[in-house]
């Protein structure tokens, strides 16, 4: 069965470095999504990306935030200048379509920052 | 920002009983939601959704019940397996929006 790919699953990072997560989504899919929970709280929306823009982003996804599809088959988060409170599972989702059924997510990418 | 609520962060269930887990919500705009299941070290998993046009929707062992005058679904697993010990997360969706709101998620043990 297709599956999104995330890689590092584990990353720790010095506060204040620039990390980038990267995803690389089912092949057909057109739709891809940044999601975060941090620990003991709600899975929250990042981004959402589409036709090689941001189609929607939350009020989390600050200028510290980035994300790029370099080459077509990846799409990578960059968090510029991490913070503590950065510290979280991020998970990347992709889509076929335009509505929500069939959003497939990674199995999470767990930042610490130190 | 408590727009879906699950309010029960666990329940323990005997196998092959029935598992019920509850969502609340309070935003009328939604239209459509999901449940995922999630085990450790994964991502969520697609379970089963309902439009808010419907009021039931079954998928084998798995039923979504929406109650939309009382803003609440509920997501029925019958007979329970061990194998459904995961974390449920109810999450819903309003219009074109794609994103999702989650709830704070339900952890299942189901118990041999």
């Known amino acids: 069965e297709p599956e999104v790919t995330q890689t590092p699953s584990h990353q720790v990072t010095q506060m204040g470095q620039e990390v980038i997560l990267r995803c690389v989504p089912i092949?057909?899919?057109?739709?891809f999504y940044w999601y975060r929970q941090i620990l003991g709280q709600k899975v929250e929306f990042l981004v959402s990306?589409?036709?090689?823009?941001?189609?929607?982003k939350s009020e989390i996804f600050d200028d510290q935030f980035s994300v790029e599809r370099p080459d077509g088959s990846n799409f990578t988060l960059k968090i510029r200048s991490t913070k503590l409170e950065d510290s979280a599972m991020y998970f990347c989702?992709?889509?076929?379509?335009?509505?929500?059924?069939?959003?497939?997510f990674g199995s999470g990418t767990r930042l610490t920052v130190v | 920002d408590q727009q879906v609520k699950q309010n029960s962060p666990s329940l323990s269930v005997q196998e092959g009983r029935i598992s019920i887990l509850n969502c609340d919500y309070t935003?009328?705009?939604?239209?459509?939601f999901l449940w995922y299941k999630k085990y450790p070290a994964e991502g969520p998993t697609f379970l089963i959704s309902?439009?808010?046009i419907k009021d039931k929707n079954e998928d084998g062992r798995f039923t979504v019940f929406l109650n939309k005058s009382a803003k609440h679904l509920s997501l029925h697993i019958v007979p329970s397996q061990p194998g459904d010990s995961a974390v449920y997360f109810c999450?819903?969706?309003?219009?074109?929006?794609?994103?999702?709101?989650w709830g704070l998620g339900t952890s299942l043990a189901v118990n041999p």
């Open positions: 092949s057909n899919h057109l739709y």
């Open positions: 309902i439009s808010s």
């Open positions: 935003n009328s705009m939604f239209d459509y």
């Open positions: 999450a819903a969706n309003a219009g074109n929006n794609r994103k999702l709101i």
């Open positions: 990306f589409y036709n090689n823009e941001i189609s929607e």
């Open positions: 989702a992709s889509s076929g379509g335009a509505t929500v059924i069939g959003y497939t």
